[in-house]
């Protein structure tokens, strides 16, 4: 798994040097809170209700957690899912979709372009692309012999893997607006589950990660 870049610290700066754990934990909450979930996720509603987070296995369970979190986001009204609904949604004329369509539900039924941000009065730039089947798309790249461009996420392809797609809507200022990567892993600390969980499927322990739930993203957050 890749992690973030520069997680170097300066001399004689202890509370940068005790916090650059967050950004490998920022790493491994955005790569599970989509990857994770939007790949195991199958079937309609019903079957989604019948699915006991019993039978999921740890990391499953984490995702699942994680992709319905609205915590994760500035004004904790918005999470993956409220973008990429994981149930049916109701279609022009009061009628439902047969099955989920990992979008917006607003998009759907209301026409809008773009989705509503964490921010009041703030929008996504491009509509809300669904997220079935993401898990499987594969890196971005130039086929040759089609004579196009393949794969990626997003409707422009701008981030080239799942992994990457993952890290941006938690900081994107329109979007679940959180200010940094450190205020993210921050949140995450506030619930105990997570913090076993993460020690418990990836070995990764964030109590090292000292709790600064609005670090700005400047010269003193984790990089």
């Known amino acids: 798994m890749k992690?973030?870049?520069n997680t170097?610290?300066?001399k004689g700066n202890s509370r940068k040097?005790?916090?650059?754990?967050?950004?490998?934990?920022?790493?491994?909450?955005?790569?599970?809170?989509?990857?994770?979930?939007?790949?195991?996720h199958r079937g309609d509603r019903d079957d989604h209700k019948k699915h006991k987070r019993?039978?999921?296995?740890?990391?499953?369970?984490?995702?699942?957690?994680?992709?319905?979190?609205?915590?994760?986001?500035?004004?904790?009204?918005?999470?993956?899912?409220?973008?990429?609904?994981?149930?049916?949604?109701q279609l022009f004329g009061g009628k439902e979709t047969p099955a989920p369509g990992f979008v917006d539900p607003e998009n759907v039924a209301t026409g809008s372009p773009t989705s509503r941000g964490s921010v009041a009065g703030k929008f996504g730039s491009l509509n809300s692309p669904s997220a079935g089947y993401a898990a499987f798309s594969p890196e971005?790249?130039?086929?040759e012999n089609?004579?196009?461009?393949?794969?990626?996420q997003f409707w422009n392809g701008r981030a080239a893997t799942l992994e990457?797609?993952?890290?941006?809507?938690?900081?994107?200022?329109?979007?679940?607006?959180?200010?940094?990567?450190?205020?993210v892993v921050s949140e995450l600390k506030k619930n105990k589950d997570y913090v076993k969980s993460f020690k418990n499927v990836y070995g990764f322990n964030l109590h090292p990660v000292p709790s600064s739930p609005m670090a700005p993203n400047d010269d003193n957050a984790p990089q």
């Open 3 to 5: 992690m973030f870049r």
């Open 8 to 10: 170097r610290c300066r």
């Open 17 to 40: 040097s005790k916090s650059m754990y967050a950004a490998p934990a920022f790493s491994l909450l955005s790569v599970t809170s989509f990857a994770v979930y939007a790949h195991d």
């Open 54 to 89: 019993s039978n999921l296995i740890s990391e499953q369970r984490l995702g699942s957690e994680l992709y319905q979190d609205t915590n994760l986001s500035l004004n904790k009204n918005q999470s993956c899912a409220s973008c990429h609904s994981l149930e049916t949604v």
């Open 140 to 143: 971005f790249y130039f086929d």
């Open 146 to 152: 089609e004579g196009l461009w393949i794969g990626g």
């Open 164 to 183: 990457e797609q993952a890290k941006g809507p938690f900081l994107n200022p329109v979007e679940m607006a959180m200010p940094s990567k450190w205020a």
